[in-house]
């Protein structure tokens, strides 16, 4: 009897050192806000919404340390409205087949915001492989952009790809099926992300290319200076069998200037003859309690669509390290009788050369 203590002492040690080894986390966002938005010819809509500070989520991730600077590491991350308890889809092959069209919620909780599993070295880099944002979605994010692609001032309003020769909106965020290479930490400020997704079809049929995600990322940020050039390529294959290869180039730069960070990012989305070029100037204004943030952008349309120019205007105010009250105020205007774009969803403008406009305020809780 007294032969078997130490036996299972040991094991007990040893398993308590196998959890130390591993971490962790379970993490995430609740963010709701009242939302009011009017939009040329149409009446206006007040909604409770969410995603207007920071995306909402839930998430769980970890790493474990192999030893001789290498570690292993995971990351699961699905979004949620906590407005009504929804989840979100998600797309399988990044292809239109693959693409969860129903409404929000009814896949129920899925990890389509990340799935992803990697090893990484101090030294060489982490190889990342799963679901994850393309390359060049980083340059929209809120490093870059004063509100990221969160809100009434959100980038993707003008950003994001118009449909276009029978495609659709598919890898301007996130790729699936991906293999992913990202450069180490340590390199004098330079930074780099390169992705190839695939959209796993046979090769035998005509489509096999459809859904084939290729992108890079190259940056550099030291000090006062942060900015990215970046690049991607999605191969779409219509139902006609005609290629139309989505193809997304952009470049961003900040300046942090005292307590102004001053900002600038151009775009291009590419669809066949279509195209959509996107400037915006902003800036991020650290104050005692918060942030202000500010936005100008314009869009110049070839061949889809309409050109269009939005402006925007926000305030953070932080109670914690993790909870914060905001305000966003943001006006699209569609040019030359156009009327594809608006503010926020779901309140569209049906007169051409309409104008959108939309507020909310809100609260957002990070754990």
């Not at 990890?111 to 990342?128: I, K, Q």
């Not at 276009?164 to 992300?193: E, K, M």
């Amino acid at each position: 009897m007294n032969s078997k203590v130490p036996f299972v002492l040991t094991a007990l040690c040893a398993s308590v050192g196998l959890a130390q080894a591993q971490s962790v986390e379970v993490f995430g966002v609740l963010d709701v806000a009242y939302l009011s938005t009017t939009a040329t010819g149409s009446p206006k809509v007040v909604s409770l919404s969410t995603d207007s500070n920071t995306s909402s989520r839930i998430g769980f991730r970890g790493n474990e340390d192999l030893g001789g600077g290498m570690r292993a590491s995971f990351w699961l991350e699905a979004a949620h409205s906590p407005d009504n308890g929804l989840g979100s889809g998600s797309n399988a092959n990044n292809q239109s087949s693959g693409q969860v069209s129903s409404p929000t919620g009814t896949q129920g909780l899925t990890f389509g915001r990340r799935s992803t599993v990697s090893l990484a070295g101090n030294t060489w880099g982490e190889v990342r492989l799963g679901r994850d944002y393309v390359p060049s979605f980083n340059n929209l994010t809120v490093s870059m952009h004063p509100f990221g692609t969160n809100g009434v001032g959100n980038a993707g309003q003008l950003f994001y790809p118009l449909a276009a020769n029978g495609t659709t909106a598919r890898t301007s965020v996130r790729a699936s099926n991906s293999i992913g290479y990202i450069l180490p930490s340590d390199l004098n400020g330079f930074n780099g992300h390169v992705m190839y997704a695939m959209g796993e079809n046979a090769s035998d049929l005509y489509n096999a290319d459809d859904g084939k995600h290729m992108g890079f990322r190259l940056g550099y940020r030291n000090g006062p200076w942060n900015m990215a050039y970046a690049s991607g390529t999605t191969k779409y294959t219509t139902a006609a069998k005609a290629a139309n290869d989505y193809e997304q180039t952009n470049f961003a730069i900040n300046y942090q200037m005292g307590a102004a960070k001053l900002m600038y990012l151009t775009n291009v989305n590419k669809i066949g003859a279509t195209k959509t070029q996107t400037d915006m100037y902003g800036t991020q204004y650290d104050v005692s309690s918060g942030q202000v943030r500010f936005a100008y952008t314009k869009l110049k349309a070839t061949g889809v669509g309409n050109d269009a120019t939005q402006w925007a205007l926000g305030y953070v105010h932080d109670l914690s390290k993790r909870t914060a009250l905001f305000t966003n105020y943001s006006t699209v205007h569609n040019l030359n009788g156009g009327k594809q774009f608006t503010v926020g969803s779901g309140n569209n403008v049906t007169t051409a050369g309409g104008s959108s406009t939309g507020y909310e305020f809100g609260v957002r809780h990070n754990f």
